[in-house]
């Protein structure tokens, strides 16, 4: 058990999401660019944390943190 400020908040682990119908399969993607367009469309956008980008959202009060982006 943690007693430290916040711990109530502490990151917890998610389940694994795979993409793709077959739930555990491959996926494939194509990535199409016309080169006519100076703004084009897509969907989807990753991001990682990494133990900088962890170490200062622990240092956010709970309510700060509240106030971050929120997966949609």
């Known amino acids: 058990m943690c007693s430290a400020p916040g711990a ?4 917890q682990a998610l389940p694994t999401v795979r ?3 077959a ?4 996926a494939d ?4 660019i016309d080169p006519g367009r100076t703004r084009q469309r897509y969907t989807g956008v990753g991001f990682s ?9 622990w240092k956010l009060t709970p309510a700060e943190r509240d106030r971050g982006p929120q997966a949609r």
């Open 8 to 11: 109530e908040h502490a990151w």
């Open 19 to 21: 993409p793709g119908p």
């Open 23 to 26: 739930r555990g399969g491959g």
């Open 29 to 32: 993607a194509t990535v199409v």
């Open 49 to 57: 944390l990494d133990e900088t980008s962890v170490s200062n959202l």
